[in-house]
T-cell receptor
């Protein structure tokens, strides 16, 4: 069975600092996609960043970047220059075998 | 209306009631999904539809019955629910199936309470 593990239920970071959210997963597939989704308080879930497993280069979207370690099955999210609007639940997910698997989420609180 | 909308936003129902959740997407997407989000648990994929055809049913109890009359609308019919079914039900859509790396667009969810 595929599982996604987010070992940090809750984290805090000061505004303008950098924070890294961890995610590990289990899969027997060789090619798959990995996603980070963000769910702000009382707002809709939105995609933050995605990575295709066969691409070695780590994905980057403005202040958000990933550290994808395929052999270790690790997919961490780095948020640089944290902003108050980054306060949200962050979910790591992966999709293969026609199934989506989400982690239980990390609640990130950005402090002013 | 833009994006993905869900109605109602809140629903309280007794265990013997029958109700339906509605999802509509205005994005021209071909795939739609139902998820269950319970507190402190991972998001659970319930159903997947692609071009109106159900492609995934993750062993969901029969008291949940999905319906996809067209690519823009998705329903979740509820009957004889249990208190443990209380959760936030999220609808999502994507241009293609998410397995192809397509981004999912989520609705705001329906907060369901079963009494």
């Amino acid at each position: 069975a595929q599982t996604v593990t987010q070992s940090q239920p809750e984290m805090s970071v000061q505004e303008a600092e950098t924070v890294t959210l961890s995610c590990t997963y289990d899969t027997s597939e060789n090619n798959y996609y990995l996603f980070w989704y963000k769910q702000p308080p009382s707002r809709q879930m939105i995609l933050v960043i995605r990575q295709e497993a066969y691409k070695q280069q780590n994905a980057t979207e403005n202040r958000f970047s990933v550290n994808f370690q395929k052999a270790a099955k690790s997919f961490s999210l780095k948020i640089s220059d944290s902003q108050l609007g980054d306060t949200a639940m962050y979910f790591c997910s992966t999709y293969n075998f026609n199934k989506f698997y989400f982690g239980s989420g990390t609640k990130l609180n950005v402090k002013p | 209306e833009t994006g993905v909308t869900q109605t109602p936003r809140h629903l309280v129902m007794g265990m013997t009631n029958k109700k339906s959740l509605k999802c509509e997407q205005h994005l021209g997407h071909n795939a739609m999904y139902w998820y269950k989000q319970s507190a402190k648990k991972p998001l659970e994929l319930m159903f997947v539809y692609n071009f109106k055809e159900q492609t995934e049913n993750n062993s969901v109890p029969s008291r949940f019955s999905p319906e996809c009359p067209n690519s823009s609308h998705l329903f979740l019919h509820l009957h004889t629910l249990q208190p443990e079914d209380s959760a936030l039900y999220l609808c999502a859509s994507s241009q293609g199936l998410a397995g192809g790396g397509y981004e999912q667009y989520f609705g705001p969810g329906t907060r369901l309470t079963v009494t």
